[in-house]
T-cell receptor, first 113, second 115 residues
Framework: GDSVTQMEGPVTLSEEAFLTINCTYT??????LFWYVQYPGEGLQLLLK?????DKGSNKGFEATYRKETTSFHLEKGSVQVSDSAVYFC????????????FGSGTRLQVQP | ETGVTQTPRHLVMGMTNKKSLKCEQH?????MYWYKQSAKKPLELMFV???????ENNSVPSRFSPECPNSSHLFLHLHTLQPEDSALYLC??????????????FGPGTRLTVL
């Protein structure tokens, strides 16, 4: 079945540091890939998405490129802020014809001033 | 900013109570979802409704009963829950298309505690 693997957290960085959160996936078909962010006490918010190979999703300084050859969708940001502290979820949809999202386990990011 | 609202935001109930969670989407979507988020576990899909018809049911215990009266509203009826059912319950919606489902948009969730 479909699956998403994310790096274990928490990831602790200083403000203005470079961020990478790794995400790899296994899926049949041609899934779309997503990054969602969950701030404390809130639901999930869509951060960015990519629907086909080599697409780059970007939003609020975050970027991720859909790499079919390595089945990866790593999240990057050049300079993190304290306000970026949250849990980040990688997800895929459309694999094996399913509607629902398959989520990774989430990576907690803590940014220190 | 979200077009998906959930009520209540917090709920505490005893194991013998009956309660309902409500979700409403204002995005004109035709598919709605219930997910469960427990501590230290990936988000788990519970139910999917497309055009008000249940199309996926992920082996959820019968003490959880979904209802989708129209494309804008989704309920989760709860009865005789167990303490391990304590979790954040998230509702989402999307627009099903010929090429497959579009992006899912989530509500803020209902934090459920079962005593």
């Amino acid at each position: 079945g479909d699956s998403v693997t994310q790096m274990e957290g928490p990831v602790t960085l200083s403000e203005e540091a470079f961020l990478t959160i790794n995400c790899t996936y296994t899926a049949t078909g041609y899934p779309s890939l997503f990054w969602y962010v969950q701030y404390p006490g809130e639901g999930l918010q869509l951060l960015l998405k990519a629907t086909k190979a080599d697409d780059k999703g970007s939003n609020k300084g975050f970027e991720a490129t859909y790499r079919k050859e390595t089945t990866s969708f790593h999240l990057e940001k050049g300079s993190v802020q304290v306000s970026d502290s949250a849990v980040y979820f990688c997800a895929l949809s459309g694999g094996a014809g399913r509607r629902a999202l398959t989520f990774g386990s989430g990576t907690r990011l803590q940014v220190q001033p | 900013e979200t077009g998906v609202t959930q009520t209540p935001r917090h709920l505490v109930m005893g194991m013998t109570n009956k309660k309902s969670l409500k979700c409403e989407q204002h995005l004109g979507h035709n598919a709605m979802y219930w997910y469960k988020q427990s501590a230290k576990k990936p988000l788990e899909l519970m139910f999917v409704y497309s055009l008000e018809e249940r199309v996926e049911n992920n082996s959820v215990p019968s003490r959880f009963s979904p209802e989708c009266p129209n494309s804008s509203h989704l309920f989760l009826h709860l009865h005789t829950l167990q303490p391990e059912d304590s979790a954040l319950y998230l509702c989402a919606s999307s627009q099903d298309q010929a090429g497959g489902p579009d992006t899912q948009y989530f509500g803020p969730g209902t934090r459920l505690t079962v005593l």
